[in-house]
Structure formats: structure tokens, C-alpha cells
Nanobody
Framework: QVQLVESGGGLVQAGGSLRLSCAAS???????MGWFRQAPGTEREFVAV????????NYADSVKGRFTISNDNAKNTVYLQMNSLKPEDTAVYFC????????????????WGQGTQVTVSS
């Protein structure tokens, strides 16, 4: 049974910070973990990705310099540290596990969590 569980979302004021966590269990056979987000009425968009081995990361231009993705292999957990939050960051944030292919595209990920709501007020 593969399971990804996000946590850490909430309501913050613009300029504030949140740290999201994604706990992975089961045999995902994943090579990388990604964070995506989706606001109401919009398509799911890529936020950040990290490889389990080596820690190579990539970010969407919209969050570069503000968000940091990291992992803890011992805990099978991926984190997304979000600083300098803006109202435009308001969305449901999902973590996902993938094995290969275009890591910035949602279809490349086989496993998804249920999402956690992040709301940034102005």
C-alpha cells in the first residue's frame, strides 16, 4: 500500500512562513518527489522537486528564492519550507512521487497525497 500524507498547511499573513511535510510509506519505487499546487479554477502547477538520492532540486520560477524543498531519507519524509508567502501562493498543495520522465509535469507522477490547504491573507 503506497501512501503519501501531507501536513502543515494553514492560514498565514502575507510575508509569513509555513513548512509542509509529506510522509511516504509503502513501496513507491520513486526516484524523486515533487510538490504541486492547485488554486480553485486553475490547473495543477509544478512547485518544486527533489531526488531521493543526491538531493538535486528544481523550482518553479514563481517560488524560486522563497521556497526550499528538502528530504529526510531516514524518515521517508519530504518538506517544503515556504517563506515570504504571498496571496498568490494560496492553493491546495500536493506531494507526489515519480520514477522518471518530465518532473515538472503532473502526469509523470504515479502517486499523490490528498493535499493540504495553504491560505495567505493580504
Amino acid at each position: 500500500q503506497v501512501q503519501l500524507v501531507e501536513s502543515g498547511g494553514g492560514l498565514v499573513q502575507a510575508g509569513g512562513s509555513l513548512r509542509l511535510s509529506c510522509a511516504a510509506s509503502g513501496r513507491t519505487f520513486s526516484n524523486y518527489m515533487g510538490w504541486f499546487r492547485q488554486a480553485p479554477g486553475t490547473e495543477r502547477e509544478f512547485v518544486a522537486v527533489i531526488r531521493w538520492s543526491g538531493g538535486t532540486t528544481n523550482y518553479a520560477d514563481s517560488v524560486k528564492g522563497r521556497f526550499t524543498i528538502s528530504n529526510d531519507n531516514a524518515k521517508n519524509t519530504v518538506y517544503l519550507q515556504m517563506n515570504s508567502l504571498k496571496p498568490e501562493d494560496t492553493a491546495v498543495y500536493f506531494c507526489a512521487a515519480g520514477r522518471g520522465g518530465p518532473w515538472s509535469l503532473a502526469y509523470a507522477y504515479a502517486y499523490w497525497g490528498q493535499g493540504t490547504q495553504v491560505t495567505v491573507s493580504s
